[in-house]
Nanobody, 123 residues
Framework: VQLVESGGGLVQAGGSLRLSCAASGNTFTIDVMGWYRQAPGKQRELVAT????????DYANHVKGRFTISRDIAKNTVTLQMDSLQPEDTALYYC?????????????????WGQGTQVTVSS
């Protein structure tokens, strides 16, 4: 599975950005797609994920009400609409996909990451 992000950039506080990620390869095995971010000097953290089978969506508390994740399974894309951006949202945003393979001996999952797209919010 290969992931390619687009849509990062520089925006003023209170502004909006839209990130997109396109998956290619063995996309039929993907069950979860989403976004993580990593700010300088900090660990990578969850932003939002969506599970294709259940439709379940998880958001980190600090983005609830401001960010919206959506997935187009037919197009193998996931989009993150970010509104009311704040300087603390500045980070490198990574697209994430989990591939789930089912074997008779048990399930095996694989994590895939994009290269990252920079989001910078100025005050």
């Amino acid at each position: 599975v290969q992931l390619v992000e687009s849509g990062g950039g520089l925006v003023q506080a209170g502004g909006s950005l839209r990130l997109s990620c396109a998956a290619s390869g063995n996309t039929f095995t993907i069950d979860v797609m989403g976004w993580y971010r990593q700010a300088p000097g900090k660990q990578r953290e969850l932003v939002a994920t969506v599970t294709s089978g259940t439709g379940n969506i998880d958001y980190a508390n600090h983005v609830k009400g401001r960010f919206t994740i959506s997935r187009d399974i037919a197009k193998n894309t996931v989009t993150l609409q970010m509104d009311s951006l704040q300087p603390e949202d500045t980070a490198l945003y990574y697209c994430y996909a989990r591939s789930l393979k089912i074997f008779t001996t048990g399930d095996v999952s694989y994590d895939y990451w994009g290269q990252g797209t920079q989001v910078t919010v100025s005050s």
